[in-house]
């Protein structure tokens, strides 16, 4: 059964860092396209980054560019997203997907999700 599930939300103050890993099981991550979400209250979910070994393609929305970092360990069959500067608008439930072999930024195109973890930024 394929199953995803984040951990590594909670409170943090604005220009602090978390760290949080999505976790696979039932088939392997390097084979398929990984991408992290966010929801916040009131607001679409929006492509946050997306990984692709097998298309060997990184993909960061512009609000988190160069402060989120995603990255992928094939051992422990799981994708992390190291978030740096965090500021409160990252404030949002965060999701991991799997697609396909490529990436995509629309949430539309993943067909399994986690369940979410919450990060909240705020002083």
């Known amino acids: 059964q394929l199953q995803l599930v984040e951990s590594g939300g909670g409170l943090v103050q604005p220009g602090g860092s978390l760290r949080l890993s999505c976790a696979a099981s039932?088939?392997?991550?390097?084979?398929?396209?990984i991408g992290w979400f966010r929801q916040a209250p009131g607001k679409e979910r929006e492509g946050v980054s997306c990984?692709?070994?097998?298309?060997?393609?990184?993909y960061y929305a512009d609000s988190v560019k160069g402060r989120f970092t995603i990255s992928g360990d094939n051992a422990k069959n799981t994708v992390s997203l190291q978030m740096n500067s965090l500021k409160p608008e990252d404030t949002a439930v965060y999701y991991c997907a799997v697609r396909g072999w490529s990436c995509s930024g629309y949430a539309a195109d993943f067909g399994s999700w986690g369940q979410g973890t919450q990060v909240t930024v705020s002083s």
């Open positions: 990984l692709s070994n097998r298309q060997g393609s990184i």
């Open positions: 039932g088939f392997t991550l390097d084979a398929y396209a």
